[in-house]
């Protein structure tokens, strides 16, 4: 690996307090407290400690890349997005899953760091504290749990070429993408100080650990499909370790670089209520924006807004449902609406989305 020669920071960082921070964060994302106060601990530890390298400190410390587990929709990417907006520092999201696809595993990796550089006007000192998101990252776990001879391209081999970057390298990015080529200028970005946030659903994750814990997935079930209602698998995600992600087939020296772990509950439909009218960018907040723009008054009955959200609920996609539900229905209104100067008001109803019953619309007089 290469040898990281340590520099200070040239840009002068937002440095929240760990309380700061999931303030923040709670004015965009809804529940998950726990994974709130864990990614704000980590984040505040992680830019304090790349302040410290402008000071002779005789401790070091290591740096704190965060793993957050939890179902589609339930938070993931949001909150890691919500905290690069709240320290103002470059971001960049890429899918796991695309990088199984390079026949030449490592080859595509540093275009994720590319993305970061875009991201921050190739502005490398900026770049150089950003933060990565990976999501899907459970999809390039190991086939087998055996050490295999031949390098596995789809999960293993992706893992290897992740953690170079993860743990801090000087990573050779061609400056258009793609793959690498004699002819190109590289731009060389150290990575030591960029914070790696990974998610997945990890799906199974649960009866690892209550095989581990000792409770027996079969019960008295004679099939060993048994299901765990939400609140046992939410504890059980909640008392993961490491073990159980190298059982998973996260190879361990992947899981070592995440020394904060992070569980997401699935969202009830309480919580997706909330999100659709409470956080600053709440769905039924924009789309009223755009109706008051128009002149026109856009109101929800409470008993909307829970069929709404159980119909997201229903999906099993979490709170990226809710947008589109919200979106068909008001698409009609949202064609006719400017060109109508007598609506005045719109009141949709639980029978708007359980019958398709048209909304209530006022009209001046």
């Known amino acids: ?11 002068e960082l937002k440095l929240l307090k760990p309380k700061e ?4 964060l709670d004015e965009y994302v809804i529940g998950q407290e726990k994974a709130k106060k864990t990614i704000s601990v980590a984040v505040y530890n992680h830019y304090k400690r790349i302040r410290s390298l402008t000071k002779t400190n005789s401790v070091e410390y290591s740096k704190s890349n965060v793993l957050l587990l939890g179902p589609t929709g339930s938070g993931k990417t949001l909150i890691a997005r919500t905290l690069a ?4 520092v470059p971001f960049a999201i890429a899918d796991a899953t695309t990088l199984t696809e390079a026949g030449y595993v490592g080859e595509d990796v540093e275009n994720i760091i590319l993305r970061l550089v875009q991201a ?6 900026r770049t150089e504290m950003g933060i990565i998101y990976v ?3 459970d999809k390039i776990r190991k086939t087998t749990s055996n050490v295999s001879i031949t390098r596995d391209v789809s999960g293993e081999g992706v893992q290897q070429a992740l953690l170079k970057i993860v743990e801090g390298t000087v ?3 061609p400056p258009k993408g793609g793959r690498k080529h004699p002819q190109q200028e590289y731009i060389k970005v150290n990575t030591e100080n960029i914070l790696f946030i ?5 799906v199974h994750l649960d009866k690892i650990i209550a095989k581990r814990l000792g409770k027996s997935t079969i019960g008295f079930d004679t099939s060993e499909s048994r299901v765990f209602d939400l609140h046992e698998t939410n504890y059980l995600l909640s008392k993961v370790e490491p073990e159980d992600l190298v059982q998973f087939g996260m190879i ?5 670089r995440f020394n904060s772990i992070a569980n997401c509950n699935e969202l009830t439909t309480e919580d997706l209520v909330e999100i659709l009218s409470k956080p600053k960018n709440a769905v039924v907040k924009q789309y009223q924006q755009l109706f008051e723009e128009e002149g026109i008054e856009l109101k929800f009955t409470d008993a909307a807004l829970v069929a709404i959200a159980e119909k997201a609920k229903l999906t099993g996609t979490g709170a990226r449902a809710l947008r589109m539900i919200v979106e068909t229905l008001l698409l009609d209104l949202m064609f006719e609406a400017p060109s109508d100067p007598t609506i005045k008001e719109i009141i949709i109803d639980k029978e708007c989305i359980q019958e398709h019953a048209p909304p209530l619309i006022k009209r001046s007089a």
């Not at 921070?21 to 923040?24: E, G």
């Not at 921050?120 to 000192?125: E, K, L, M, P, T």
């Open 1 to 11: 690996m290469d040898i990281i020669e340590k520099k200070p920071v040239a840009h």
């Open 120 to 125: 921050a006007d190739y502005d490398i000192s």
């Open 198 to 202: 990974v998610g997945g659903a990890f």
């Open 85 to 88: 907006q709240i320290l103002d």
């Open 135 to 137: 999501d899907e990252i």
């Open 171 to 173: 990573a050779n990015v």
């Open 21 to 24: 921070i999931k303030l923040k």
């Open 252 to 256: 361990p020296e992947f899981v070592g």
